[in-house]
Antibody, heavy 120, light 109 residues
Framework: QVQLVQSGAEMKKPGASVKVSCKAS????????MSWVRQAPGQGLEWMGW????????NYAQKLQGRVTMTTDTSTSTAYMELRSLRSDDTAVYYC?????????????WGQGTLVTVSS | DIQVTQSPSTLSASIGDRITITCRAS??????LAWYQQKPGKAPNLLIY???TLESGVPSRFSGSGSGTEFTLTISSLQPDDFATYYC???????????FGPGTKVDIK
């Protein structure tokens, strides 16, 4: 069965960086992309970006350009999302979600979420 | 950028009710709309994509319709497990960029 298992909660200070991992299993990693979505406490869902599991091509949300980097390690079927220059409003639960190309990248399976707290 | 709105923001309903949530896009998005259900502390769960295609395993009481700029999610007979927040998601034909609506919370009347 498809599973996406994310790394644990992080607490960071403003200005620091965080790197969240998402280990995939139960499907061919290189045949799918991975989207990242975040949700601030009590707020809605915000798309952050997407990375191809095949060739590493990326597409980032404009508001995060320059602060976010998404990468993959196909040898371990793991996707990573790094966010730099953290601010308090980056406090959120961060989700990875499998994005099938054949379904126009609509995320179908999601990780359990990783809480990132940014506080001095 | 395409803006997506949902109405109502909150909906109070009873078990067995038929409910409808509306999603509107600022520009025509053809049929490229999905719906998700999210419960507190959990990841979103895909219900419907391409306006009306039910994801595998989703009960048939959920249905979607619409095109262009106005779309609806209907639950034909509300069940206890359906009290949750629902998000629509607009997506692009050929790229992985998408936008979520602000969400509709369905709670118990």
């Amino acid at each position: 069965q498809v599973q996406l298992v994310q790394s644990g909660a992080e607490m960071k200070k403003p200005g620091a960086s965080v790197k969240v991992s998402c280990k995939a299993s139960g499907y061919s990693f290189t045949n799918y992309g991975m989207s990242w979505v975040r949700q601030a406490p009590g707020q809605g869902l915000e798309w952050m970006g997407w990375i191809s599991g095949y060739n590493g091509n990326t597409n980032y949300a404009q508001k995060l350009q320059g602060r976010v980097t998404m990468t993959t390690d196909t040898s371990t079927s793991t996707a990573y999302m790094e966010l730099r220059s953290l601010r308090s409003d980056d406090t959120a639960v961060y989700y990875c979600a499998r994005a099938p190309v054949l379904r126009n990248f609509v995320p179908d399976y999601w990780g359990q979420g990783t809480l990132v707290t940014v506080s001095s | 950028d395409i803006q997506v709105t949902q109405s109502p923001s909150t909906l109070s309903a009873s078990i067995g009710d038929r409910i409808t949530i509306t999603c509107r896009a600022s520009l025509s998005i053809s049929s490229w709309l999905a719906w998700y259900q999210q419960k507190p502390g959990k990841a979103p769960n895909l219900l419907i994509y391409k306006t009306s295609t039910l994801e595998s395993g989703v009960p048939s009481r959920f249905s979607g319709s619409g095109s262009g700029t106005e779309f609806t999610l209907t639950i034909s007979s509300l069940q206890p497990d359906d009290f949750a927040t629902y998000y629509c998601q607009q997506y692009d034909t050929y790229s992985p960029i998408f936008t979520f609506g602000p969400g509709t919370k369905v709670d118990i009347k």
